[in-house]
């Protein structure tokens, strides 16, 4: 019998990932849940809606749930304080107790974001002190998930980058605009320390934490983390991404200011060990993981 996951948000950068790291084995039954993006084999739900998404977990019986659906940008959330709660935190909530309400297993994407950044690196176990409402609200999601029940799971991860549909997509991707344009000066955040991660490695993380849980029930549960390994700022991933194609660095200019808007941590690194005491995971060195995010872009 397949073994069935339910994805939301597969239309997103990691949920595109994670939609097609499932894919890859036999296996599994994939349902991708999407709305704004919806196409192809993803189905179109609100979760914000009840009743939606009572009648998706009705009809597909997921065995396992990759929670990936949230409003992800620092400085929307900040102007739109309402419309994230319903997102990241009510419909959170009502997907955890519908989930319960069958017996799947639920796994709820959050963020370094959590944590305030002046003492890393962060455990699992660490004490979060968020400093934006972002990070409030991925911080109240895990409270929310790990409420309904002990036994599901929290995967934390950091700045993500990966195939992308346009360059604004991604946090580090949409540096790409300015550094290709080597005739104006391209001033660069120097300041946050970022662990930039290919969302194809995260995707993997999921798929082999959730055959794990359906293999042994009780070896998994509780907060995990995974990221890269990569100590760099949006300065640095600008010189290295123009290095790697090709591309001057002459205009690039380090700015050592901390960013403007909502306010960061300044450094949120965070520890991997409860994955990697599992013998999981995988991290593709930037230098390599961009180049090909980033090519179809180059002469655009």
């Known amino acids: ?91 959170t909530r009502r997907i955890c107790e519908l989930a319960g309400n ?78 290709k344009d080597t005739g104006n000066r391209c001033v660069m955040n120097d300041y946050e320390r970022r662990y930039p991660t290919h969302c194809a490695d995260i995707g993997v993380v999921i798929r082999q934490l959730s055959d794990k849980k359906l293999q042994d029930a009780s070896s998994i549960g509780g907060i995990y983390h995974w990221s890269g390994d990569e100590n760099m700022t949006k300065y640095d991933m600008a010189i290295t991404m123009a290095t790697a194609l090709g591309i001057s660095t002459s205009h690039i200019e380090a700015d050592k200011n901390p960013s403007v808007g909502a306010t960061r941590p300044y450094n949120a690194h965070i520890g991997c060990n409860r994955v990697e005491s599992l013998g999981f995971g995988r991290r593709t060195p930037f230098k390599d993981g961009i180049v090909p995010v980033l090519s179809p872009f180059v002469g655009k």
């Not at 595109?16 to 196409?39: I, M, N, Q």
């Not at 009743?51 to 990936?68: A, G, Y």
């Not at 017996?103 to 690196?121: C, E, H, M, Q, R």
């Open 102 to 179: 069958i017996g799947a297993w639920v796994l709820y994407i959050s963020t370094d974001y959590v944590f305030d950044g002046k003492n890393p690196p962060y455990n699992e176990d660490a004490s979060t002190n968020p400093l934006n409402k972002y990070g409030i609200s991925k911080r109240d999601g895990e409270l929310v998930t790990l409420e309904v029940s002990k036994d599901y799971s929290v995967l934390r991860v950091p700045i993500l980058y990966g195939d992308v549909q346009d360059l604004s997509e991604s946090a580090v991707t949409c540096l790409f605009d300015k550094v």
């Open 1 to 91: 019998m397949a073994k069935k996951v339910l994805i939301t948000g597969a239309s997103g950068l990691l949920g595109r990932a994670v939609y097609k790291e499932f894919l890859t084995d036999a296996s599994w039954e994939v349902l991708g849940l999407a709305f704004s993006r919806a196409s192809g084999n993803l189905r179109k739900v609100d979760i914000t809606s009840s009743e939606e998404l009572t009648k998706v977990f009705d009809d597909f019986k997921p065995q396992i749930v990759i929670h990936c659906a949230a409003e992800r940008k620092p400085d929307v959330v900040e102007k739109q304080p309402d419309a994230t709660r319903q997102l990241n935190i009510d419909a």
